[in-house]
């Protein structure tokens, strides 16, 4: 008796589900699609209210002339405040500045990055203790860091300064450095490539233990060894991460704010003012919601093209190598 | 079909919902609650050292013993960014806060614009001890347009030089009495101040002279300006200008010193470099608030810590400056809140206000129980300082105008540049305050 029942049960769990009719299935899939609809609910009104309501908000604001302090309601312009964006001599400032920053940045996290991951994926004596010791920046508040970098900076008694003069004799090579154009925009490339490299590296680490053993066992045993394992079988095998972390690149690369609002407030002069501390000035010193919505826009418009380069450039490599 | 209309119209209508809920924030049109009685409590906002150097829980401490069952809670706010949030609020008819204080009147003026702060004028407010001509001079014109009293102030400043004596000494630059002679120009300032730059090889170790080119780089142009031309004005003495034979021969002395490293540039990345660096003895002069006479006083000694007038000052006065008490309209609480001014700020707490940090008492019988050897020399200065331009525009022009300054200092763009660049920048500047 007991073999029966169990054969039976066996037979109805691999049993393929008879086909039901047009009202039976579809009356079960309706009973099932409210209470979805509940547990989705709460993320859609997270999303509607603080993601594309802003959205469209301020998609709308960048048509108008509109300064709140002022104005009682916002006058529609239509495109006059993008048009007057790429005349304005400070916008465009912050626009090149944001562009040399983020060039440098994403070569440097990007090489950095990758090259770090390709040693920590070695099998190496404290191997764990070199991953977390990478990934530590990515804890500190990047304003805290910020602060940090901006007393080891001081010309006067910073500690840069103090270790190439005084330990290493080198006083040729003390700067002010954050009130000069080119050191000062350097220094915060440098502060947020270094705030960066930690998590990129996790990123490419992960993409690197997702290679198949069998793979690179292979390439081994065909002779791929060094550096020809890691340029034609290692390398080619992260076209999926360099998708991702191209991505993350990018945004966080052309987002930058903290760095040079702690650091230099945009100086000397105009030299490392970027694009979102420009937007910031203008929305919250001068109370121009309007122009400072259209420069939002026009930055998001960038990055936005530039991730979808990005990935159409990783999906077509892709198609190439398969 | 018919389940699935449902379930749209259930999500089109939380949509819905959820846009009246986050448009509500941005269109509000709140009850002032005019009827409602007034509440024995209040809410002041102030930036952090606000708090600490106006001894703010002082003012408290000493109100609330004076006035049982009166609360007053103080909260920081981070910088002037933030009073953007506080504005919003105040246009949709509500406020958090009873009583905000403000760095400066430009801060303070352009909330006039929508009658969002309250006229002390039209209150009983300048009655009794703080009737108006119980403040120092002509304090009270520094927070005031066209007859509008948007803010009152609290602990005057104004730009002079600081000076560490004991670095004069060294160099040899004292007077027959022990005095530091006050320069008659930029031209001598100049010298004096390269006399104590010190270098080690062809790197400067100490600059003479650090003068605040930072974020407040317009303030102490414009003070400058006033010492050495007597005004900050064209001839229609309402528009702001730098392109004056004067003030191109400063600028022209900023950039050798700039370049020959006797003036420090330290405060374009750090703008309390200069007082920081002044405090701690570190260099013989800083250009920027008075204030710090007193402030270095225990560090540096109170006799090697004093006011020496920039070229031009005695005789034109400098830019003069407080923090001004602004109150929302929407308060619903105007009546305390004003009583709190009058018996918690403007009371003698104000005296070591001033001895320990600088910032003057406004209130002339609080003034005269300061007891220091810089009070004469700053009183002078005071009465016949000016304050800036009550510019709508004027937040842009200090932050433009500072990113000019800075261009022209280290040689990204030359004078005629400079100066080209800041008079158009003024021009089309929008100069009323309303």
């Given at each position: 008796m007991v073999t029966t029942t169990s054969s039976i049960r066996t037979a109805k769990a691999v049993q393929t589900p008879e086909p039901e009719g047009p009202s039976g299935g579809a009356r079960r899939g309706k009973r099932k699609f409210p209470v979805g609809v509940l547990f989705i609910l709460p993320a859609f009104l997270f999303i509607f209210v603080f993601m594309l309501y802003p959205l469209v908000s301020s998609g709308y604001m960048s048509l108008t002339e509109y300064n709140f302090v002022y104005d009682d309601t916002p006058k529609f312009i239509g495109l006059d405040n993008y048009f007057a964006a790429f005349q304005d001599t400070q916008f465009m400032t912050a626009l090149s500045n944001t562009f040399v920053f983020g060039i440098f940045y994403f070569v440097i996290v990007m090489v950095a990055s990758l090259a770090i991951a390709l040693l920590l994926f070695q099998k190496?004596?404290?191997?764990?203790?070199?991953?977390?010791?990478?990934?530590?920046?990515?804890?500190?508040?990047?304003?805290?860091?910020?602060?940090?970098?901006?007393?080891?900076?001081?010309?006067?008694?910073?500690?840069?300064?103090?270790?190439?003069?005084?330990?290493?004799?080198?006083?040729?090579?003390?700067?002010?450095?954050?009130?000069?154009?080119?050191?000062?925009?350097?220094?915060?490339?440098?502060?947020?490539?270094?705030?960066?490299?930690?998590?990129?590296?996790?990123?490419?680490?992960?993409?690197l233990q997702g290679i198949s053993p069998d793979t690179l066992e292979a390439a081994e045993m065909d002779g791929a060894r060094g550096l020809k394992k890691i340029f034609f079988i290692v390398l080619p095998s992260l076209r999926e991460t360099y998708i991702l972390t191209g991505t993350w690149t990018i945004i966080h690369a052309l987002k930058v704010f903290v760095e040079p609002m702690v650091m230099t407030d945009g100086g000397p002069g105009t030299s490392t003012l970027v694009v979102y501390q420009q937007v910031y000035l203008t929305a919250f010193t001068y109370f121009d919601m309007g122009y400072a919505s259209a420069m939002g826009y026009i930055l998001g418009l960038i990055i936005l093209i530039l991730v979808v380069l990005n990935f159409f450039i990783g999906r077509i490599r892709a198609g190439k190598d398969a | 079909m018919k389940r699935q209309r449902n379930v749209m119209s259930l999500m089109a209508t939380a949509s819905i919902a959820a846009m009246?809920?986050?448009?509500?924030?941005?269109?509000?049109?709140?009850?002032?609650?005019?009827?409602?009685?007034?509440?024995?409590?209040?809410?002041?906002?102030?930036?952090?050292?606000?708090?600490?150097?106006?001894?703010?829980?002082?003012?408290?401490?000493?109100?609330?013993?004076?006035?049982?069952?009166?609360?007053?809670?103080?909260?920081?706010?981070?910088?002037?960014?933030?009073?953007?949030?506080?504005?919003?609020?105040?246009?949709?008819?509500?406020?958090?806060?009873?009583?905000?204080v403000v760095d400066g009147a430009s801060v303070a003026v352009q909330f006039l614009a929508k009658d969002l702060i309250v006229d002390f004028n039209k209150t009983k407010f300048f009655e009794g001890p703080t009737a108006k001509d119980k403040f120092i001079g002509e304090t009270l014109a520094f927070d005031s347009l066209d007859g509008v009293q948007f803010a009152i102030p609290i602990g005057l400043e104004t730009y002079n030089?600081?000076?560490?004596?004991?670095?004069?000494?060294?160099?040899?630059?004292?007077?027959?009495?022990?005095?530091?002679?006050?320069?008659?120009?930029?031209?001598?300032?100049?010298?004096?101040?390269?006399?104590?730059?010190?270098?080690?090889?062809?790197?400067?170790?100490?600059?003479?002279?650090?003068?605040?080119?930072?974020?407040?780089?317009?303030?102490?142009?414009?003070?400058?300006?006033?010492?050495?031309?007597?005004?900050?004005?064209?001839?229609?003495?309402?528009?702001?200008?730098?392109?004056?034979?004067?003030?191109?021969e400063v600028l022209k002395i900023w950039k050798k010193g700039v370049d020959e490293g006797v003036f420090s540039i330290d405060t374009f990345a750090n703008k309390d470099a200069g007082r920081s660096n002044f405090?701690?003895?570190?260099?013989?002069?800083?250009?920027?608030?008075?204030a710090h006479v007193p402030e270095a006083a225990p560090t540096i000694g109170v006799d090697n810590s004093v006011v020496l007038a920039m070229p031009g000052s005695m005789e034109n006065g400098s830019y003069g400056f407080t923090a001004g008490i602004i109150?929302?309209?929407?308060?619903?609480?105007?009546?305390?809140?004003?009583?709190?001014?009058?018996?918690?700020?403007?009371?003698?707490?104000?005296?070591?206000?001033?001895?320990?940090?600088?910032?003057?008492?406004?209130?002339?019988?609080?003034?005269?129980?300061?007891?220091?050897?810089?009070?004469?020399?700053?009183?002078?200065?005071?009465?016949?300082?000016?304050?800036?331009?009550?510019?709508?525009?004027?937040?842009?022009?200090?932050?433009?105008?500072?990113?000019?300054?800075?261009?022209?200092?280290?040689?990204?763009?030359?004078?005629?540049?400079?100066i080209g660049d800041l008079e158009s920048l003024i021009d089309k500047a929008n100069k009323d305050a309303k």
């Open positions: 190496v004596r404290f191997n764990s203790f070199y991953r977390s010791a990478i990934f530590v920046p990515i804890v500190v508040p990047l304003s805290l860091a910020a602060l940090v970098f901006l007393w080891i900076l001081q010309p006067n008694y910073g500690l840069l300064n103090y270790f190439l003069g005084d330990v290493l004799g080198l006083h040729f090579l003390t700067q002010p450095w954050l009130s000069n154009g080119t050191t000062a925009m350097g220094s915060i490339i440098v502060l947020s490539a270094w705030a960066s490299i930690g998590f990129v590296t996790i990123l490419f680490l992960a993409g | 009246a809920l986050a448009g509500c924030s941005a269109t509000g049109g709140g009850d002032t609650g005019d009827a409602a009685p007034e509440s024995n409590e209040i809410t002041v906002a102030a930036q952090a050292w606000m708090v600490q150097k106006f001894h703010m829980a002082d003012m408290v401490k000493k109100f609330e013993e004076a006035n049982p069952g009166k609360t007053v809670t103080v909260v920081e706010y981070p910088d002037n960014q933030a009073l953007s949030n506080f504005a919003l609020q105040w246009s949709q008819g509500k406020s958090s806060q009873d009583l905000v030089i600081s000076a560490n004596k004991t670095y004069f000494e060294k160099a040899g630059l004292l007077d027959a009495n022990g005095d530091i002679p006050a320069p008659k120009d930029w031209n001598e300032l100049y010298d004096m101040a390269k006399a104590m730059t010190v270098k080690s090889g062809s790197t400067v170790t100490m600059p003479g002279m650090t003068i605040q080119w930072g974020p407040n780089a317009m303030s102490t142009m414009i003070a400058v300006e006033q010492a050495v031309r007597g005004s900050f004005y064209k001839s229609d003495k309402k528009t702001l200008t730098f392109d004056t034979p004067e003030m191109r405090n701690a003895g570190n260099i013989p002069m800083v250009l920027e608030t008075a109150m929302p309209t929407a308060s619903k609480n105007q009546n305390l809140a004003m009583k709190f001014i009058q018996e918690g700020m403007m009371s003698d707490v104000q005296v070591a206000v001033g001895l320990e940090w600088g910032k003057l008492p406004v209130i002339q019988e609080h003034f005269d129980k300061i007891d220091a050897p810089w009070k004469t020399a700053m009183y002078d200065l005071v009465k016949i300082s000016q304050p800036a331009p009550m510019y709508r525009d004027l937040p842009e022009i200090q932050v433009t105008g500072k990113q000019m300054l800075q261009d022209y200092l280290t040689g990204k763009v030359d004078l005629d540049k400079f």
